[in-house]
């Protein structure tokens, strides 16, 4: 496992996802506080980039362009099987680049910070110990990986390469 060096200031984080905007909303309107994810992929509902805080190699987050909440009741059927559809494509991408032992494929925030719908799709690296998978391989409060934007572009473009194919 990449070793988790880096720490994550939790309390300016949970300032900022539950009193400033929302952060996908920003990413999908070119906000430049907002340029350091690197796109992955794009089409006219979707989004995918690398997690700006990165719990494990190729962290990457899918969303649905316009702003809705909740995975369930506010997408029609069409619309959830889209987006899972660009998930799956997504980390099948990720997996063909990074080496992972299982990949992690879920979605979180709440009403009360992080509301914008995104999937969190997390390859787990091959021979993590049990102790330090599922929930522990996600949580930054365990340290981030170092992780810097040449190392992203980089990854991004290796992701992208594997999506073109």
């Known amino acids: 496992m990449t070793a988790r060096s880096e720490r994550m200031d939790l309390d300016a984080y949970v300032e900022r996802v539950r009193n ?3 952060f996908v909303c920003a990413i999908v309107s070119g906000d430049p506080a907002h340029d350091l994810e690197e796109i992955l992929y794009e089409d ?3 989004l995918a980039f690398l997690a700006r805080y990165p719990t494990v190699p190729g962290y990457t987050l899918v969303c649905p362009k316009a702003h809705v909440e909740h995975a369930v009741r506010d997408l029609d059927e ?3 099987l889209a987006l899972m559809a660009v998930v799956r494509r997504v980390a099948l991408a990720v997996e063909a680049v990074v080496p992972s032992e299982r990949t992690y ?3 979180l925030g709440s009403q009360q910070g992080n509301s914008h719908l995104h999937w969190h799709i997390a390859p787990l690296p091959p021979g993590t110990p049990y102790h330090e998978q599922q929930f522990h391989a996600l949580m ?3 340290g981030l990986i170092p992780w810097d934007t040449e190392q992203a572009a980089a990854l991004g473009a290796r992701i992208r390469a594997a999506l073109a194919r």
């Open 105 to 107: 494929l879920l979605t």
């Open 20 to 22: 400033g905007p929302c």
């Open 44 to 46: 006219e509902r979707h």
């Open 140 to 142: 930054s409060e365990n």
């Open 78 to 80: 069409d619309a959830y």
